[in-house]
C-alpha cells in the first residue's frame, strides 16, 4: 500500500498536526502550515485527526499509486490531473492501483494537502511524523521529498466514517491577517502602531515554513529593538531592528530576543499557511475575547461537519 | 510569565525549578513549554481555555514557591582547541589582546550555567563566560559550522549541537554528543547543569569521537 513520487514539487513534505511537547528542548512544533485544511483532509477519508498528509508548496508532486486508495485534496486548489482528468478538491475520491495523480501549480494560496485513507505512514519521531525541515527530522528522513521515493499508507481505522463532500465554500480571504497586542505592544509609539496597521504589507521570497518575512514602511520602537532572549509562540509578528516584521510559522524558532508587537489570532493560522511571496495582506486588530471566541466558533465549525 | 527583566542564576534557578515541576506534572492542554532567561512562554491546545490555564498556574505557583530547587550537575565538555577545530581563536586573540594559551586557560577555567535550551534543537544558552573574552560575531556567518563547535559570540559562549550555518567565532570542538534527536530528553547538556570544559589532544579527540560514535 503506498504511493510513487515521479515529480518532485518546490517544497512537499510529510506533515500531520504537529510535534508538541518538546519545545524546552529548543523543538519546535512544527505539523501543517494549514493545519484547518489537514483537518478537514482527514475527516473526508475518514483518517483520526492526528494521521499524516502531503503538504505541497506552489507547485505539487506526480504520484503514481502502487495500490488502491482514497484520497481527498484540500487547502488551496492547484492544477490537478488524475490520468490526464481533473480531479475535485475538497472531496474522497477513490483511486485504483496504477493511476497517476498529476498536480501542478497552485492557482490561489500556497499550499495544499494530499490526504490519503490510512494516513501517510513514516516513522515517528517523538511521537509525530511531521517533517521539521530546518532541525532536518521527522517525514521522510527529514527533508524534503523527491523523485522515486516511495511513501506507505497506514491501514484504515473502519471505526470512522468518511466525510461526504461540503456543501459549502470554506476558502478563506487571506487579505486580512488578524492580531492581538503582543507583549511588546507598549514599546511602539501609537505612529509606529497606526503604520503599522494602515499598510499593506507583502510577503518576500525570504518567506519559510520557519517565518514569513514582509516588507512595508519600516516601524520603529521607542528605544532599543532587542530583547533579553524569550520564548516565541507560532505567529509571533518579530520587529528586528530593520523595522520589517517577521511572522514566526511552524518550524519557529522555540526563542528570540526581538520585539514581538503583535499574535496572529488561532483561527487565522490557516491564512498565514496560505501566504506566498508576492502577495499582499494587512494586519487588523482584534481583542483577546473576540480571538478567543473566533477560535472557539472554528472548532465548532469542523466538529460540525460529522453532523451535515 | 515573565518572573524578572534581568538575566540573573537567581531568576534561572526559579525558572528551572517550575519548568522541572510543569514537565513532571503536565498541565491539561498546556502542549509546549519555551523557557527564556527570564520568563517563560506556555502554549496551548486550541481547545484549552487561557482562563482556565492561569488560574491553574496560580496554584501551581504556591506550591513550587515552597519547593526546592532540582539538583545541580556538573558536567564536563572535552573540547580540542584551536587549529582546524577553533578556526577563529586568531580572531579571538586579536579581540581580546590574549595569547591562544591564555585564551584557552581562561575559557576552561569557567564554570558556565545552562540557562536553558532554545532557538534550535539542543542548543545550550550557557552563561558566565570571562568578559575578556568578549569577540563580534563574524560579519559574514559561516555557511557550514561543524557539529559540537565550541564557538563565541559577544560575551557568551556555545556549542553546536549540530552541523548548521552559524556565524559565532569557533574556538574548538567536542566530540562528544550533546544533544540526540532519537533521546532528546537525556541529552549530554540540560537545562540547569552547570558545564565545564578541558582541553583535550587530537588523540584524544580521535579516540572519543571514535568510541562516542558521533
Known sequence: MGLEILRAGLQSTVQDKGRFGYAHLGISASGAADKFSLRIGNMLVGNPNQSACIEMTIIGDKYRFKSDAYIALTGSEFEAALDNKPIPFWQGWSIKKGQILDVRSTKTGARCYLCVAGGINVEGVMGAKTTHLTSGIGGCHGRILKILDELDFGTLDNSINPLQKLNESITADNKTIRVTKGIQWLWFHKKQINKFFQQQYRVTDLSNRMGLRLIGNAINTKKESEIITAGIPLGAIQIPGDGQPIISFVEHQTTGGYTIIANVISADFRKVGQLKPGDYFQFELTSFSKAEKLKVDQEKFIHSLHHD | ?214
Do not use: C
Request: hydrophobic content about 35%.
Open chain 2, 1 to 214: 510569565m515573565q518572573l524578572d527583566h534581568k538575566i540573573s542564576e537567581t531568576t534561572q534557578k526559579k525558572l528551572f525549578t517550575l519548568i522541572t515541576h510543569l514537565i513532571r506534572n503536565p498541565i491539561n492542554g498546556v502542549v509546549n513549554i519555551h523557557p527564556g532567561y527570564s520568563s517563560i512562554l506556555l502554549t496551548l491546545d486550541e481547545m484549552t481555555n487561557i482562563g482556565d490555564t492561569i488560574r491553574v498556574l496560580e496554584n501551581i505557583f504556591d506550591v513550587v514557591q515552597n519547593s526546592e530547587p532540582p539538583e545541580e550537575i556538573l558536567v564536563e565538555v572535552p573540547v580540542l582547541y584551536g587549529g582546524n577545530y577553533g578556526k577563529d581563536i586568531q580572531r579571538v586573540v586579536q579581540f581580546s589582546k590574549l595569547s591562544e594559551s591564555e585564551i584557552i586557560q581562561r575559557h576552561q577555567a569557567g564554570i558556565y550555567l545552562v540557562y536553558f535550551l532554545g532557538f534550535s534543537p539542543g542548543f545550550p544558552y550557557l552563561g558566565g563566560m570571562d568578559q575578556n573574552l568578549t569577540t563580534p560575531r563574524k560579519q559574514t556567518p559561516r555557511k557550514r559550522v561543524p557539529q559540537g563547535s565550541v564557538a563565541i559570540a559577544g560575551g557568551q559562549t556555545g556549542i553546536y549541537p549540530f552541523t548548521s550555518p552559524g556565524g559565532w567565532n569557533l574556538i574548538g570542538q567536542t566530540p562528544l554528543k550533546i544533544f540526540n534527536i532519537s533521546n532528546p530528553q537525556n541529552g549530554l547538556i540540560q537545562m540547569g547543569n552547570k558545564v565545564q570544559f578541558k582541553s583535550i589532544s587530537e588523540d584524544e579527540y580521535k579516540r572519543l569521537k571514535e568510541s562516542n560514535g558521533a
